[in-house]
């Protein structure tokens, strides 16, 4: 995940909250030029935000809009914010836009293969069982939606916005930041986040690009990031190995497997971190070669990491898009 590298300069009324959400952390700097908001103030806002988020998207709230949804039977219609319905629109953009590659009903694959709320690995499932939850997938003949109405048109389908979700939070937490009137601030959760303004030295706010390694946290690349979101992706965290070969969390919905390619971390700067998460997901199951042609044709700004088969000394190869050489030149 993107680690946040924000220093702070003697003087500057500086802003800073922590603390737990959606199964993860999250970080807030905000630079306070007027001194104008209390910090207990600014956390009640943020607490509201992401109740707010945790009622809309959540998968581990029963109550919430999108179990309602999940609870549904097939022909059902569940109204739902335009909070969620936006997100469920974008979902479905990038679905279309990454050839089928990023799906939000693709949990009954990642339950077989081990790495759901059941997490386990077994034997490795069989080419029956890989078929039959395949069939309680697919975004496009799971849920139709006509603005914000979603109708369930396949039998135990559901949606899981992990890939998505964090990343609207983000956003939604930095407008509750930004209607104090606060123009520089940095929101993070769980590695996605949105800056905007500058850092407490006066400077772009400098984010760290993990090494895509699981036994070392160490940066590979420093960006200086303004009035963007963020979000990368990997599969070096979240693996088992078995008979010698490695099977990531990362899991492609047109073929119902783990990614087999050398791409291991994807890393997106898009205008708002709820785009960058879904992209950053789409584009590390596409892999370099098919995720760096979209990102092309879509003027995305994408760094691509894979591993290094011939042993270079690091071990790692980086493909940037144009678009991303450009904003971080």
């Not at 390694?213 to 979101?229: A, E, I, K, N």
């Not at 890393?267 to 596409?286: R, Y």
């Not at 690091?314 to 991303?324: E, L």
Request: aromatic share 6%; proline share 2%; charged share 20%.
């Amino acid at each position: 995940m993107p680690l946040a590298l924000a220093a702070c300069k003697p003087g500057w009324s500086v802003l800073e909250l922590s603390g737990l959400t959606m199964g993860t952390g999250y970080t807030i700097v905000a630079v306070d030029h007027t001194k104008a908001a209390k910090k207990s103030e600014l956390q009640a806002a943020v607490d509201t935000a992401l109740a707010e988020v945790t009622a809309q998207m959540s998968n581990w709230d029963a109550t919430s809009e999108i179990s309602r949804f999940n609870a549904a039977t097939r022909g059902e219609s569940v109204t739902v914010s335009r909070e969620l319905a936006e997100v469920m629109q974008t979902a479905s953009d990038v679905h279309r836009a990454s050839e089928g590659t990023f799906d939000v009903t693709v949990g009954p694959l990642i339950d077989l293969w081990g790495f759901g709320a059941k997490a386990g690995h077994g034997a490795l499932p069989s080419d029956a069982e890989i078929a039959q939850a395949m069939a309680c997938c697919g975004q496009e003949r799971s849920v139709a939606q006509s603005g914000s109405t979603l109708t369930k048109t396949n039998d135990g389908a559901e949606v899981y916005l992990s890939a998505i979700g964090k990343g609207y939070g983000v956003d939604h937490v930095a407008r509750a930041i930004a209607a104090f009137g606060i123009t520089d601030y940095m929101v993070e959760i769980g590695g996605d986040l949105v800056t905007a303004g500058k850092n407490p030295e006066g400077l772009p706010w400098q984010i760290g690009i993990e090494t895509p390694q699981s036994f070392d946290r160490g940066v590979m690349q420093v960006v200086g990031l303004s009035g963007h979101g963020m979000a990368t992706s990997g599969d070096y965290r979240n693996f088992f190995e078995t008979g010698g070969q490695r099977f990531s969390h990362i899991i492609d919905a047109t073929t119902g497997r783990p990614v087999t390619h050398a791409t291991t971390s994807v890393t997106v700067l898009t205008e708002n971190a709820m785009l960058a998460d879904a992209w950053a997901t789409a584009l590390l199951v596409l892999g370099t070669e098919r995720g760096l042609r979209i990102a092309q044709e879509r003027d995305l700004a994408v760094l691509f990491i894979d591993r290094d088969a011939d042993g270079a000394t690091s071990g790692f190869r980086t493909t940037a898009s144009a678009r991303f050489t450009e904003l971080t030149a």
